[in-house]
């Protein structure tokens, strides 16, 4: 039974860092690509950074050279280092699966399990 689990949000100004965290049950993350996707107030959730099996990296422009995702294979978990936080940083950040299409990256299916997220608010 898969069970996302994401924790490390909160209330951060501007310029300001957090690291969020994502305990994965049900796979293991050194099999799949992972992500950690974010939905902002009025926008659907969208991908903001991913990191494959094999382990290389890709980010949205938004958040590339400020954003850093890894995991722990041993601990089944995937991490997100946020820096130089901005105002359009605020969202709800969740972590899943990411399969790879036409250079970019497809979210899981309609149906599939996601956690509650983590609120992360940057105020100015």
């Known amino acids: 039974q898969v069970q996302l689990v994401e924790s490390g949000g909160g209330l951060v100004q501007a310029g300001g860092s957090l690291r969020l965290s994502c305990l994965v049950s049900?796979?293991?993350?050194?099999?799949?690509?992972v992500a950690w996707y974010r939905q902002s107030p009025g926008q659907q959730r969208g991908l903001v950074a991913a990191m494959t099996d094999g382990g290389p990296t890709d980010y949205a422009a938004s958040v590339k050279g400020r954003f850093t995702i890894s995991k722990n294979d041993a601990k089944n978990t995937v991490h997100l280092q946020m820096n130089n936080l901005k105002p359009e940083d605020t969202g709800v950040y969740y972590c899943n699966i990411a399969y790879p299409s036409s250079g970019w990256y497809t979210p899981p299916p309609l149906g599939d399990v996601w956690g509650h997220g983590t609120q992360v608010t940057v105020s100015s």
């Open positions: 049900g796979y293991s993350v050194g099999r799949v690509t």
